[in-house]
């Protein structure tokens, strides 16, 4: 459906008519199997020589409807869904390393990436080395032998600093690896990596995709643009594959190699499948993306404006802002809006952020993003709590920091409930 424009692509992308039925939305397949033609059919499917459905672990005909609608939305060439967007991450970072290798990610990421990045991968002997996605020299720095990916976040969590991908791009090509960006907070709506560069995105599906703060979902869209076979570093996308009688994933499915692989081998063993209720829900919420993002941009920066002439506020990390040194990256990156989730510090400092956390009416106060409804945290003593003073700050979650997502409702009213708040 390339042909269409995207809020077109939004409502319409990987679905049709239910044969059997002629029901027009998406109907929920709730089962776990599904019977086989034949003998011969089944030994097809398990040798991946044709596609279709084995077991909902692996493959369930609603969540394709997701997978295809966000590929489309994203301008890859195919698409694989997870429980939730760390496992979507974990499902990408399965595919790609072995032992020992590395990669390189921006530090200003969300709390619980560091944390998997940092503690729950070191387990399988992967080791992260931090750059700055502002600055993409950073990057080339970090490049060793054992670079195996570059990883940042389109408009990174909690502080919404706008990466340079164009730039990072450039690190990742000359270093011989892929990009992978994590565009939850842009949404496809505001940027699409893919066109800057980026070999892989990925989504915590839960957020504004989904949108209404009802689901957990992840997604995983291949570019199809990049040569594995070129450097001999991704085996298990270039070798023989013992699982499926020697088959060479990248040599036999070309474009779409990685997800095939992300889906027939790491998704088979790690388990972390989507449910189809849950994605329903995100096609959903997906209809709506582009009138939602609109609203919610509108709102965050008029939000941002009142509180950055507010005293009791000491600063605010908007990129909208045309004071704010990363608005010339806003322009160039996503022009439609720099997203509706930032970080602003008040003077009263840590205490002062509880308090606000506490009186709050409106927004309310709770560990996630990219809902309807407008979203209030103090990192510090939440989200980023795992990490060291030293890291809060590093990540952009220092002791006086209040993260936003700017929700749909009437501006006015957000700003009353703020005001209120803040005493």
Same mark, same amino acid.
């Given at each position: ?5 995207? !809020? ?6 990987g679905?049709?008519?239910? +044969? ?6 998406? +109907? ?7 019977v ?21 672990r692996?493959?369930? +005909?609603?969540?394709?409807v ?10 890859g ?6 429980? =939730? ?5 974990h499902?990408? &970072? ?10 390189? =990610?921006?530090?200003q %990421?969300?709390?619980? @990436? ?7 991968f070191?387990k ?20 060793t ?15 919404g ?17 892929p990009?992978?960006? !994590?565009?939850?907070l842009a ?20 957020? &504004? ?5 009802? =689901? ?14 070129k =450097? ?7 070798d ?8 060479r ?16 081998? @790491?998704? *088979? ?11 329903? /829900?995100? %096609?959903?919420?997906?209809?709506? /993306? ?9 709102n965050?920066l008029a939000?941002?404006?009142?509180l ?17 040194p990363?608005y ?16 602003f510090? %008040?003077r009263?400092g ?8 506490? *009186?709050?009416?409106? &927004? ?6 990219? !809902? ?5 945290i103090? +990192? ?10 030293? !890291?809060r ?7 006086e920091?209040?993260?936003?997502s ?13 005001d209120?708040?803040?005493?």
């Open positions: 459906m390339a042909e269409y424009g995207f !809020d077109t692509l939004a409502v319409h992308a679905a049709q008519p239910d +044969p059997a039925t002629g029901a027009r939305i998406t +109907p929920i397949y709730q089962t776990s199997a599904y086989f033609d034949n003998a011969d059919q089944a030994a097809a499917l398990f040798n991946l020589q044709v596609f279709g459905n084995i077991y909902s692996i493959m369930n +005909p609603t969540v394709a997701m997978e295809e609608r966000i590929a489309a939305l994203e301008g060439t195919a698409g694989l869904a997870a429980a =939730s967007g760390h496992a979507a991450q499902l990408v &970072f399965h595919t790609l390393m072995e032992p020992g290798g590395e990669f390189i =990610s921006a530090r %990421l969300y709390g619980g @990436s560091v944390n998997q990045f940092g503690q729950a070191a399988y002997d992967w080791h992260v080395r931090w750059a700055d996605a502002t600055e993409a020299d950073s990057f080339a720095r970090q490049v032998d054992k670079t195996r990916a570059i990883f940042c976040e389109s408009i990174a969590n909690p502080g600093v706008i990466s340079d991908l164009e730039g990072i791009a450039r690190v990742a090509e000359q270093a011989g690896v990009l992978i960006v !994590d565009n939850t949404s496809p709506y505001l940027i699409r990596p893919i066109e800057w560069g980026a070999h892989i995105v990925v989504h915590s599906a839960t957020k &504004f995709l989904g949108g209404h703060g009802n =689901s957990l979902a992840g997604a995983i869209v291949e570019a199809g643009t990049f040569d594995w076979a =450097s001999g570093k991704y085996p298990t996308l270039t023989e594959n013992p699982s499926y009688h020697g088959i994933f990248y040599e036999t499915f070309g474009d779409f190699a990685f997800c095939v692989a992300a889906r027939a081998l @790491s998704l *088979r063993d790690v388990g972390s499948c989507l449910a189809p209720q849950n994605a329903v /829900l995100v %096609l959903t919420g997906i209809e709506t /993306l582009p009138l939602r993002m609109k609203r919610h941009c509108e965050a939000v941002a404006e009142w950055a002439r507010d005293q009791r506020v000491a600063w605010v990390n908007y990129a909208g802002l045309e004071s704010h990363l010339p990256a806003h322009r160039k990156y996503c022009p439609k809006g720099a997203g509706s989730v930032y970080t510090g %008040l009263g840590f205490d002062a952020g509880m308090n606000l956390v506490n *009186r709050v009416r409106i &927004f309310s106060h709770l560990a996630n993003i990219g !809902d309807t409804r407008s979203l209030i103090h +990192p510090a003593s939440t989200t980023h709590r795992q990490l060291s003073d030293e !890291d700050i590093k990540t952009g979650a220092g002791p920091v209040v993260r936003l700017v929700g749909i409702e009437d501006v006015k009213d957000l700003i009353a409930d703020l209120q708040a803040m005493g």
